[in-house]
């Protein structure tokens, strides 16, 4: 296409013809400010914003060569907040895109114009490398004040680029009165037979409306800002945006669609998973005496693991330059051959050894849940991207992907489990959900066996073992550190909820090991853990929610609560108390059960010589895959995290027996 | 450790007021250049070390603790000087990664300013433990801004970031050499930053008949070798600066030197400029801004309309001051190699625009006051290190800010006034920090060294420090307590000086919606599933004060043990800051800042139970602070009070456990629940 763009282009000029580019702002007319517009108080979107958008418009304009892009942003500062965030103006662009015809200018309260200077609009080189820049204009607008209104406009000009599969946001950081955009689409000269089509993502259902010179246009009102909240879902999942892209059918039928797309995969990838002879012999040889084919798939999942070297792995101790000087393998059998290859590589060579076993493998593609949550009812490919391999198994199709480190086998990186995943296939590509691992499987287990002493000091033995997706997030963010540095991490988690901890004699295991759990051992010391007063001791006995804040402390919310997998968390303490104490008035929190998708439960007990104090804790979340939650329930949500918080940090008093 | 602050070089030197690299900044540019080196597949192997590069390679350093990344084998900058002033700065620099985090040392830095500087040449090596040679030449090299946050900024640099390539064991080393011209005859040189470094020197090759002289910061007075007119200051065996809590900065512990020359007496009179004293220091800056701070008719009205109501000279300055708070702030930096970074834009210009930075701002604000008849100066000040700046250097380089000094009568009274041999009385004031208010100065600011810039009258002034009791927060808490444990409070918190202007900040940064969720996180901290009703914070950035009244429920604040005992902690909200020190050893001081709390809490105890523990009371007087808390039981009524006042002091090593004990034992006592029991 691009090629064929190039040619177009040049016969244009040969005949001179003149581009109709930029045509969105003839002359240096600004548009009349209205009064009422200078004369707001308050905004109208969000009523305690600091500024807001009054229009934001965009000609995009798809029917050149080049990509061109007319923006024009009017808004109104209302608080000195809203002076300091957006009075200053950075348009970042790189390679041959470049921003011209940039032009502001501020509307004082009392209607006062100042125009921004040519002289105050800067050109900057952010980085350059080689010929290649990230460059800025940059400007500040003049005399800014609450109350006044800006408006600046520029021009962006990506040169022979097309707006396919192209996203345009419809949110800022401030609300917006009206979002407009035009769309011009490219000429059947350019695209052929295919046509542009838009879909909106999480936002009003507006349609195209035929504007003037070939423009299409779409509009939107009282857009709220964009805000970020934790444990929200991805930002594509919440914002509202705009999906340009090109096809031949405007409306495809999605079976039809997805099935000519895994067709096309399929037929892409098939050289790239056969199994020939060498791989044939390879497979039987690995398989050796496993009968199941449970076991046979894991044996040929840990070689492609274990005996092939994954040069994407941090552990491969590999520089980018001694991976970039790499040969490329073509086939499963060069992957063999070489011992080594990419993590796309592996993936591929597991396929191939499992075919030549006699399973019928296939490339799978999904969408990621970190980025979206993807609809197979949406013929588009926009979301689709390999991710593992599917392997048919009795009546079911199993997903693995022994390129990736560090994950155990039967499991995916929680962003590819539980989402469609398309089984490509010559005949019959479908659909099928990927499985989402059970709470259980992300376990999170602590033990510890603590000295307290009169004065109020905790010391003793801690283990911590994580597992699942808990131990790939651990051992991912410690891999590439020192063991000193895995130290200090580990030190920072528990300063941080204990700020007198010291942590001693600490081993930390299986942090490269893909299938062992990533383990803390140490020794651990907490002066001042218990508080005394004059015949007491105050003790949590939960020891390792100590010093945890509860997970939701606001009361309002926008968006789903999101939680990436199902996850559960099993505690055993053991307390010896202090010689002469005994506990007074002890009892625990009732257990917490939220059907079928968590439980919290509390057991506290003390040994038979009342010297040992005993305390369990058992909960998990996210139970029959239930791990978004939306925005209207975030009340009950929040409670139950706040019920399941103090049940965490109840105290139990010992008491000191009278002296006779 | 982290440590990312390499030597200062001339764009550094030049950049002037409100510059500096911001390591947030750089950090992000260089995960940018690593990301953009990835596509560069021309780098080259071939063993060509050069033997300065071989030679310090094979340099066997101390035994460090095992968390010290990195190592300096070799740092050395010679800067020539020739008889047409054109300064030549020849760089090298070799350094080996100890552990997987000392990798994100491994890149070079030569910065410059594309006005009056440029970097010739620079290459780099990487030696692997393996004795590969990697070699970077001027396609791996980066051309970066050196600072992202300006609308426009003459200062770059050239980068080669070996990160990415560097392992444990490897050695990375580079050189560079640049050219300049320069409007000074001064440089300066940081023998190290956090890493530790073998051998470290800085030296100067003059023209015959020149000299240098040299002045020692944080370390015993280093003499030059000398050899007629060329100079080599060396130190070796550097030990590591660990990073500490409440440490001082590492510019007031590195060793660091302060070299200027001084032209033969027949030198040509392109040379830059020469200081001996202050006073030159202070003509050479005077000389540069004292024509920009000229008022024109539109500001003189502007005067007259901010200060027609203001009845004092006090409250003139305060309107003038507000108004400038009020211009925002934005830096453009141009001109730097001819002094440009210490001179401000014309007063006209940035009233007009209604920006400027910090030199722009100081200076509107002289113009204004000047069109009010009352005189002020321009203020050369550090921002960031109290310490940092030395009598012994007079040197515009030695800082990076710029506020004004305004003459008052005696009539004005304020914490913030010095008094001048010459000049008189004279109020600080920084009108870059729209937080602090005439009256009052930022806490980093306060008793440094600084320059009043006057003329031959300039002199280097001791900034006024305010007392703990100015900055200080008092915090009332009324309270019911349910017999479920439940409890319904009011907090009405009062802060006046530093203490205002921590929670101002909060206030002004955060966009409302996020306000209120700060301040429910902190009440959340203290009562779990508190619901928050009211928040109402009050703004007087005028007297420099601010309150906040917060009211909220708990429907489970006190435990209840089995229905017969009732637990709970008066201290219901906890303080905005805390100090930890929990290292058994320290190596440096604990630096202190001047602030004062006090806390009453008033809670109503539920019917039917009587108190059965209280905490004992806490009492501790040291030089550093005072700390206290008491408890009172009153017609069913509690009393608790808390109160502390710390002292803006540095406290020697030698007394670390004092100071430590001093804050382990706040941290206890506000730990004490108290027991009620049922009658």
Redesign the interface.
């Known amino acids: 296409m691009f090629a064929y763009r190039l040619l177009i282009k040049l016969a244009y000029s040969i005949v001179g013809v003149l581009l109709l580019s930029g045509l969105a702002w003839a002359g240096d007319d600004w548009r009349p400010v209205e009064p009422a517009q200078l004369a707001m108080k308050t905004p109208v979107v969000e009523k305690?914003?600091?500024a807001e958008a009054i229009f934001w418009e965009v000609r995009v304009n798809d029917s050149d060569f080049d990509l061109i892009f007319n923006h024009y942003v009017r808004i109104k500062i209302f608080t000195?907040?809203g002076?300091?965030t957006q009075?200053?103006i950075d348009i970042p662009y790189f390679g041959k895109y470049h921003i011209k015809d940039i032009a502001g200018r501020t509307i004082k309260p009392d209607g006062t114009i100042?125009e921004l200077k040519k002289d105050?609009v800067?050109e900057?080189?952010?980085?350059?490398?080689?010929g290649?820049k990230?460059q800025a204009k940059?400007?500040?607008m003049?005399?800014?004040?609450p109350g006044a209104i800006i408006e600046y406009r520029w021009k962006e000009v990506r040169p022979q680029s097309m707006a396919d599969n192209l996203q345009l946001q419809f949110q800022r950081d401030i609300p917006v009165q009206l979002v407009k955009y035009y769309l011009k689409p490219a000429s059947a000269d350019l695209v052929g037979d295919r046509g542009m089509n838009t879909m909106t993502f999480h936002g009003q259902n507006t349609a195209l409306v035929k504007d003037k010179d070939g423009f299409y246009s779409m509009t939107m009102t009282n857009m709220p800002a964009f805000?970020e909240e934790p444990l929200m879902p991805p930002e594509d999942q919440v914002r509202t945006w705009m999906l340009i892209y090109y096809t031949r059918e405007a409306k495809p039928v999605p079976e039809k669609f997805w099935g000519d797309l895994g067709k096309r995969y399929y037929d892409i990838i098939k050289d790239r998973m056969k199994a020939n002879d060498e791989v044939k012999k390879a497979a039987a040889t690995i398989i050796g005496d496993a009968t199941t084919p449970e076991e046979k798939l894991k044996r040929l999942f840990d070689y492609c693991r274990y005996k092939i070297k994954n040069v994407n792995d941090d552990a491969a101790?590999m520089?980018?330059?001694q991976r970039?000087k790499l040969k490329e393998n073509h086939s499963p059998a060069d992957t063999l051959k070489r011992g080594m290859g990419n993590s796309a590589d592996i993936d591929l060579l597991f396929a191939a050894l499992a075919s030549a076993a006699g399973f019928e493998a296939r490339l799978a593609l999904s969408s990621y849940r970190d980025s979206f949550f993807f609809d197979p009812g949406l013929p588009l490919s926009y979301f689709m991207r390999p991710s593992s391999i599917a392997v048919h198994l009795g009546d079911n199709w199993k997903f693995f992907n022994p390129g990736t480190t560090l994950i155990p086998f039967g499991m995916l990186r929680w962003q590819e489990e539980g989402v469609p995943a398309l089984v490509a296939d010559a005949k019959a590509s479908k659909f099928v959900d990927t499985p989402m691992a059970a709470p259980d499987k992300s376990l999170e287990k602590r033990e510890a066996h603590l000295h307290l002493s009169e004065d109020?000091t905790l010391e003793g033995e801690v283990k911590i073992v994580y597992t699942g997706h808990l131990g790939y997030e651990k051992k991912e963010y410690n891999d590439?550190?020192?063991?000193?540095?895995r130290e200090?991490n580990l030190r920072e988690m528990f300063?941080k909820r204990m700020?007198?901890?010291?942590l001693s004699n600490i081993r930390i295991e299986n942090v490269t090991d893909p299938d062992k759990p990533f383990t803390y051992a140490f020794h651990l010391k907490v002066?001042?853990y218990a508080?005394?007063?004059?015949?007491?001791l105050?003790l949590q006995p939960g020891f390792f929610q100590h010093g945890i804040?509860?997970l939701f402390?606001?009361?309002?919310r926008k968006y789903a609560v999101y939680f990436h997998y199902p996850w559960m968390e099993e505690d055993q303490v053991l307390i010896d108390l202090p010689t002469g104490y005994a506990l007074?008035?002890?009892?625990r929190p009732a257990p917490f059960v939220i059907e079928k998708v968590g439980k919290h439960e509390i057991y506290i007990g003390i040994s038979k010589d009342g010297q040992t104090l005993e305390f369990k804790r058992h909960f998990f979340f996210g139970g029959q895959d239930r791990i978004l939650f939306p925005a209207a329930s975030y009340p009950t949500l929040k409670?139950i995290f706040?019920?399941i918080?103090?049940a965490d940090?109840?105290?139990l008093?010992l008491k000191q027996a009278a002296v006779n | 450790m982290k440590a990312f602050r390499r030597h200062r070089t001339f764009a550094d030197r030049v950049s002037g007021f409100g510059k500096g690299i911001s390591a947030a900044f750089f950090t992000r540019?260089l995960a940018?250049?690593a990301l953009?080196?990835?596509?560069?597949?021309?780098?080259f192997a071939g063993d060509d070390l050069p033997d300065w590069f071989r030679q310090a390679a094979k340099s066997t350093p101390s035994v460090y603790a095992?968390?010290v990344p990195a190592v300096v084998l070799l740092n050395e900058r010679t800067v020539k000087v020739d008889e047409e002033g054109k300064i030549t700065t020849y760089e090298r620099y070799v350094m080996r990664v100890l552990?997987?985090?000392g990798r994100r040392e491994a890149h070079g830095l030569a910065t410059y300013t594309t006005d009056s500087g440029k970097v010739k040449e620079m290459r780099g090596w990487l030696l692997r433990p393996s004795e590969e040679v990697?070699k970077y030449g001027?396609?791996?090299?980066?051309?970066?801004?050196l600072d992202?946050n300006d609308?426009?900024n003459e200062a770059r640099a050239r980068v080669i970031e070996a990160r990415?390539?560097a392992?444990?064991g490897a050695v990375f080393g580079y050189e560079y050499t640049s050219e300049e011209r320069s409007v000074f005859t001064q440089f300066d040189w940081d023998f190290q930053d956090r890493m530790p470094a073998l051998v470290s020197r800085f030296i100067m090759n003059l023209p015959a008949g020149w000299r240098a002289e040299s002045v020692t910061f944080n370390h015993a007075k280093i003499e030059a070798n000398a050899n007629g007119s060329n100079y080599t200051w060396e130190l070796r065996d550097l030990a590591p600066i660990e990073p500490e809590p409440a440490s001082p900065r590492v510019t007031s512990l590195a060793p660091r030197l302060a070299v200027s020359y001084f032209p033969a007496a027949n030198a040509k009179a392109a040379i830059g400029k020469s200081f001996e004293k202050w006073s030159e220091v202070s003509r050479w800056l005077f000389e540069l801004s004292d024509s920009q701070a000229v008022a024109d008719n539109a500001m003189i009205a502007k005067v007259r309309d901010l200060t027609a109501n203001a009845k004092t000279e006090l409250a003139k300055i305060q309107a003038i001051g507000r108004f400038v708070q009020?211009v925002?702030?934005?830096s453009?930096q141009t001109g730097l190699g001819r002094g440009g970074g210490y001179r401000p834009h014309s007063a006209i210009d940035v009233f007009?625009?209604?920006?400027g930075d910090c030199k722009d701002k100081a200076n509107l604000m002289r113009a204004l006051l000047k069109a009010l008849g009352i005189p002020s100066y321009l203020v050369s000040i550090y921002s960031g290190d109290p310490t940092y700046v030395r009598e012994e250097w007079p040197s515009p380089q030695q800082f990076n800010h710029c506020i004004i000094a305004v003459k008052v009568s005696d009539e004005t009274k304020a914490a913030t006034i010095v008094t001048h041999p010459q000049l008189g009385r004279l109020l600080i004031f920084d009108p870059t920090d729209?937080n602090t208010p005439v009256g009052d100065l930022p806490d980093h600011e306060q008793n440094s060294l600084a320059l009043i810039v006057a003329a031959d009258a300039g002199a280097l002034l001791r900034m006024p420090s305010t007392p703990p009791e100015a900055n200080r927060m008092e915090r009332q808490v009324e309270a019911i307590l349910g017999a479920d444990g439940s409890l319904n409070a009011k907090v009405l918190e009062r802060t006046a000086g530093q203490a205002a202007v921590n929670e101002r900040q909060a206030f002004?940064?955060l966009?409302?919606?996020?306000y209120?969720?700060m301040i429910?996180?902190w009440i959340?901290?203290g009562a779990?599933?508190a619901?928050?009703s009211k928040v109402d914070p009050l703004d007087n950035n005028a007297e420099g004060k601010f309150a906040l009244n917060v009211e909220f429920t708990a429907a489970?604040y006190a435990?209840v043990?089995?229905g017969?005992?009732l637990?709970f902690k008066p201290t219901i909200v906890s303080r905005r800051e805390?100090l930890?020190l929990?290292e058994g050893l320290r190596k440096h001081p604990v630096m202190l800042n001047a602030h004062a709390y006090t806390e009453t809490v008033k809670v109503k105890l539920p019917d039917g139970f009587v108190v059965d523990?209280?905490?004992?009371a806490v009492k501790m007087d040291t030089p550093f602070g005072n700390y206290a808390t008491s408890y009172e039981v009153k017609d069913g009524t509690l009393y608790f009070t808390r109160s502390l006042v710390v002292r803006g002091a540095t406290i020697p090593v030698s007394d670390y456990e004092k100071v430590k004990h001093f804050y382990?034992l706040i941290?206890?006592a506000e730990?004490?629940?108290i027991?009620l029991a049922r009658k």
């Open positions: 305690d914003a600091d000195e907040r002076r300091e009075s200053k100042v105050a800067f900057r080189t952010i980085v350059k490398l080689s290649l990230v940059s400007f500040a003049p005399a800014v004040e805000r101790g520089t980018d330059e970039k109020g590439d550190d020192s063991p000193q540095q200090a300063q700020s007198t901890a010291e002066p001042g508080q005394r007063t004059g015949k007491r105050f804040a509860s402390q606001t009361s309002e007074d008035h002890a009892d409670q706040d019920t918080h103090e940090n109840h105290t008093t | 540019l940018l250049c953009t080196l990835l596509i560069n597949t021309s780098a095992k968390d552990t997987m985090e990697k001027k396609d791996q090299i980066l051309d970066i801004a992202s609308v426009f990415d390539e392992e444990v009020g925002n702030y934005v453009i007009n625009k209604s920006y729209d002004r940064r966009s409302k919606p996020d209120l969720k429910e996180r959340t901290r779990t599933g619901s928050v489970r435990q043990m089995q017969h005992l637990v805390s930890f929990t523990e209280i905490p004992d382990s941290y206890a730990q004490a629940p027991v």
